[in-house]
């Protein structure tokens, strides 16, 4: 019954989806994501060690430029891991250590000399609960563009964050208020708005509307379609319904014997909910485990 209802989902998703012109009869097929020659994000073999103990192992994913991918699987496998070494946030952590490499259009994320500053600029991260500062709505959205040293017309930034992230109409006459004022759902937004500002060129959101009602999450998701339009998007959920309505390519990941994570199978994601290739996504995926 579930792979029923995710097999309508992902229809529902493809009938809305702008129609793509055929290619000329001969014309080669387009390459899927994890085969592009020049993704925008890609994790090389990498392998994740807190001390002692190997969080992650032997990850492969490129991730396509201005499409949304989403990383799906059981608690405790490594999805969230994983997308936090797109921006560096791991290294927050004492006990981590990266081996292999995870590049940024073609550069290497970690090699030294690399300013993590920068890297976090421009790929910014939406968490799983809405953390908004303890300060204005405005100076939320302002906060990182003034400590990155930005001197132009705060407002015209605020203002296009805001509407961004499909939420200056709901404040836009109450800008000086507190944002814990807002509800959930507008915090998020708020959030998403706050690293619009900075102007990333890649979105990572980690189970952004876990906390979230239905109404609040369908405009998250409707958000999502909107910015993947000017942005990259990598985002992980244990929603599969969502993962399959609103992403274009799906990793799917397990955990391994040894408690170590890993990737079972990434490619578009149609087939992946529709005709997966490893058994351990299909039981997945149709509710046998996880």
């Known amino acids: 019954m579930l792979r029923e209802r995710l097999e309508q989902v992902v229809k529902e998703q493809e009938m809305q989806k702008p129609a793509e012109s055929e290619a ?39 991730v396509p430029g201005r499409q949304i ?16 070494c797109f921006n560096r946030m791991n290294d927050m952590i004492p006990t981590f250590r990266l081996e292999g490499q995870v590049l940024f259009q073609g550069l290497n994320m970690y090699a030294r000399g690399i300013d993590v500053v ?7 991260m939406v968490f799983q609960k809405p953390n908004p500062f303890p300060k204005s709505i405005y100076e939320n ?17 605020v203002e296009r964050a805001l509407r961004q992230a499909a939420l200056w109409e709901e404040v836009k006459d109450k800008l000086k208020q507190s944002a814990y004022a807002l509800s959930g759902g507008q915090q998020q937004r708020l959030c998403i708005a706050r690293a619009l500002a900075i102007e990333p060129e890649v979105i990572l959101m980690d189970e952004p509307c876990s906390a979230l009602d239905p109404v609040a999450t369908l405009k998250i998701e409707d958000l999502m379609r909107e910015l993947v339009r000017e942005y990259t998007i990598v985002i992980v959920t244990h929603n599969m319904q ?31 909910f ?17």
């Open 274 to 290: 529709t005709n997966p290739k490893d058994k351990r996504t299909e039981d997945y995926i149709t509710g046998r485990f996880g």
């Open 141 to 157: 959205v302002a906060f990182g563009p003034r400590i990155n040293g930005y001197t132009g017309k705060l407002d015209e930034i």
């Open 69 to 84: 991918s989403a990383i799906i699987g059981p608690s405790g496998c490594g999805k969230s891991t994983i997308l936090r």
């Open 118 to 124: 920068n890297v976090r600029r421009r790929v910014g």
């Open 24 to 62: 000329p009869i001969g014309a080669p097929a387009p390459l899927p994501a994890p085969e592009v020659a020049e993704p925008f994000l890609e994790a090389k073999d990498v392998h994740v060690h807190y001390g002692n103990f190997r969080a992650v192992k032997g990850v492969n994913l490129r």
């Open 242 to 272: 969502q993962a399959a309505r609103v992403s274009d390519w799906t990793a799917v990941m397990m955990m391994a014997e040894d408690r170590a994570g890993e990737m079972v199978e990434y490619g578009d994601t149609r087939t992946i």
